[in-house]
């Protein structure tokens, strides 16, 4: 199985700051990886897939970037609406695995 | 507007049963292949189980395999789970998710995701 680690497990940070969540496969996984954000009592909900395509609906202020092993989401300009978790998720190959969460709190 | 309604959770005793559903609309069901992602109370998210569109194809995680089964009613746009010998750490949020294409999540990703639906085992 490809394991996904994601670094920080969590974060403090104030709007409008930037903010980067790492995410590390175990093997390459090629651009297969995806970006969900979750907010407390909600589904989650994609953000990035492919490791750079922006989803339909959401801000540009997130993108993503990376190949191989190691990849990384960005919010340029952190909301109020950002605070939640985010997840990375490999699909290269079965079984598809996320990565452990990121929390990103407010500061 | 692609809707997934989930429903069947609930609380059952170690070694019980339960099969849960997704109710699909918006879409055309039998296109896409489906899955359950569950997430444990506090923890992250892990995938379950997947079928393809038309349902001859069926993926397990090993946690599961061999007592879950997925299957699907493209004539209802309705997904299964079949949860069997149920133990304590199967207690989650099981979401069922849409995938991008019809054969599996392989090089796609999830999108969208039902509201969950909770599964307690506990005696």
């Known amino acids: 199985d490809i394991q996904m680690t994601q670094s920080p497990s969590s974060l403090s940070a104030s709007v409008g700051d930037r903010v980067t969540i790492t995410c590390r496969a175990s093997q390459s996984i090629s651009r297969y990886l995806n970006w969900y954000q979750q907010t407390p009592g909600k589904a989650p909900k994609l953000l990035i897939y492919?490791?750079?395509s922006l989803q339909s609906g959401v801000p540009s202020r997130f993108s993503g970037s990376g190949s191989g092993t190691d990849f990384t989401l960005t919010i340029s300009s952190l909301q109020p609406e950002d605070f939640a978790t985010y997840y990375c998720q490999q699909s290269y190959s079965s079984p598809w695995t996320f990565g452990q969460g990121t929390k990103v709190e407010i500061k | 507007e692609v809707q997934l309604v989930e429903s069947g959770g609930g609380l059952v005793q170690p070694g019980g049963s339960l099969r849960l559903s997704c109710a699909a609309s918006g879409f055309t069901f039998s296109s896409y292949a489906m899955s359950w992602v569950r997430q444990a109370p506090g923890k992250g998210l892990e995938w379950v189980s997947a079928?393809?569109?038309?349902?001859?194809?069926?993926y397990y995680a090993d946690t599961v395999k061999g007592r879950f089964t997925i299957s699907r009613d493209n004539s209802k746009n309705t997904l299964y789970l079949q949860m069997n010998s149920l133990r304590a750490e199967d207690t989650a949020v099981y979401y069922c998710?849409?995938?991008?294409?019809?054969?599996?999540?392989?090089?796609?990703?999830?999108?969208?995701w039902g509201q969950g639906t909770l599964v307690t085992v506990s005696s």
């Open positions: 998710a849409k995938s991008s294409t019809v054969t599996t999540p392989l090089k796609n990703w999830f999108d969208p």
């Open positions: 492919a490791a750079s």
């Open positions: 079928i393809s569109g038309g349902g001859d194809s069926t």
